[in-house]
């Protein structure tokens, strides 16, 4: 475990030192990091009560990565009361092959849910929903400031992604997502201005799609730097 600057990385912890890490969290980590304002957790395996314990101490807590986070069955109702206490503040949220079930999540707090207002990061990749994508909008209603957006390997309905409140996405990854063509190229019409980088990798997507989405991007004044259209059907023509 690594501690500087408010910030906690934490990764692969061995399971001899599960027990004396856990006893850490609970003695030492509240005491002394007040200004607590990051917490990587990303491929990790702790209990339930770590995550509590973060949502009733860090109330600077804006940015938290639970990426591959193996959870136990405690897990949902600790992510729940973390949302409610500071979720209103995050910047950076990140999920990618987590466990929790939004779905579930909202269903609890969608009464006073104002959405993440102030965030700037949400990464969900890897996550199989049955709702058409519906819990990511109702998610991330009020996040006009999101600039990076991480759904890749979903299998939710992308049309989702076209009702977010933010107009300013810069990052966006979309990779093997089996998207439509008709959403790919309302998406990237609806951010061609702000784009920065852009991962559509692995689509199964026409050329004739191709070639306009990439006239679409290359409009004068664009701010693209990178483009990843591996595993496309580009052609040497929609390039150039």
């Not at 990426?67 to 600790?78: C, H, P, R």
């Not at 309905?157 to 300013?168: A, K, Q, R």
Request: glycine share 4%.
């Amino acid at each position: 475990m690594k501690e500087w600057k408010g910030t906690i990385t934490s990764c692969g912890e061995t399971k001899m030192r599960k027990k004396r890490l856990l006893l850490f969290w609970k003695k030492d980590i509240w005491k002394h990091c007040l200004l607590l304002r990051s917490i990587n957790l990303s491929y990790c395996k702790y209990s339930s009560e770590a995550l509590q314990a973060i949502a009733e101490h860090c109330h600077n807590l804006c940015d938290l990565d639970l990426s591959y986070y193996e959870s136990d069955g405690k897990f949902l109702a600790s992510f729940k009361s973390l949302l409610k206490k500071s979720g209103k503040q995050f910047l950076c949220l990140k999920l990618a092959g987590c466990g929790v079930n939004l779905t579930s999540v909202l269903t609890a707090i969608i009464s006073d849910w104002i959405g993440f207002t102030h965030l700037e990061e949400f990464s969900i990749a890897g996550k199989s929903h049955n709702d058409h994508g519906e819990f990511m909008f109702r998610f991330l209603r009020g996040s006009s400031n999101l600039n990076l957006l991480d759904i890749r390997q979903c299998s939710f309905s992308m049309d989702s992604v076209l009702f977010l409140p933010s107009h300013i996405i810069s990052h966006l990854y979309i990779s093997r997502c089996n998207i439509k063509e008709l959403c790919l190229e309302q998406i990237i019409a609806t951010w061609a201005k702000s784009l920065v980088h852009l991962d559509i990798s692995w689509n199964v997507l026409s050329e004739d799609c191709m070639k306009q989405n990439l006239c679409t991007l290359a409009a004068e004044g664009s701010l693209l730097v990178n483009l990843n259209l591996a595993g496309t059907a580009v052609d040497s023509t929609s390039v150039q």
